[in-house]
């Protein structure tokens, strides 16, 4: 009886789909796919004619040519991942530097207005005004950075930048990392706060 590679194995072994139609060409069997049934049958192939084709001279030179052309993509991939790091490290970050009582008020007024603005979007909410006054100081320190974060910095501008770009998630882990970094020395009463926000965002993305 015959055995058949399916098209994943032939490519776990350095098939690519070209390969396979120019030297296997039409498959030796087609078999419905055991998981979904309502699928395009699976291509099979025939494990005596594969290992006869992969000692061919035809096989080596496409393989060789795949080989190449992978060798190619990875290093324009790489190239430009180090331009998005590279872009990412040339953003200038610049953190105001106010009194701090100054700078409480204004985050405050910025976590009333976006918890005014969630009431809006989502009818189960309902604001909460918050004074200085009544808030604890960890909180305090947690609405300050993200008011910093969010409306200081202007980094949103350069993460959308990245859309699209090769190496994106690395450019967007350095660019928030730089800019908790700008707050924390700004703000070192906020380093504790900033080393806890990048940890837990870190591990959102992980």
């Known amino acids: 009886m015959s055995e058949y590679f399916k098209v994943g194995e032939l490519r776990e072994r350095g098939w690519s789909p070209a390969m396979i139609r120019a030297v296997l060409g039409s498959p030796d069997r087609l078999a419905p796919n055991p998981v979904f049934r309502t699928m395009a049958p699976m291509r099979l192939y025939e494990v005596e004619r594969v290992i006869l084709a992969e000692a061919s001279e035809q096989f080596a030179v496409l393989r060789d040519k795949a080989e190449r052309r992978s060798r190619a993509a990875l290093a324009v991939a790489e190239r430009r991942r180090g331009e998005t790091v590279a872009r990412v490290e040339g953003v200038s970050i610049a953190v105001p530097v106010v009194d701090w009582h100054v700078l409480v008020r204004e985050a405050v007024v910025h976590r009333n207005r976006r918890d005014e603005e969630r009431s809006w979007q989502r009818l189960d909410h309902v604001a909460t005004p918050a004074r200085v006054a009544d808030v604890d100081e960890l909180t305090l320190q947690r609405w300050v950075v993200n008011y ?59």
Request: hydrophobic share 35%; glycine share 12%; proline share 2%.
């Open 148 to 206: 910093l974060r969010h409306e200081l910095t202007g980094y949103e501008v350069e993460v959308e930048g990245l859309f699209g770009r090769v190496g994106r998630a690395e450019g967007t882990r350095l660019l928030r990392r730089r800019i908790y970094a700008a707050i924390a020395g700004a703000y070192p009463r906020l380093a504790e706060e900033c080393h806890r926000q990048l940890q837990s965002r870190e591990g959102e993305t992980l």
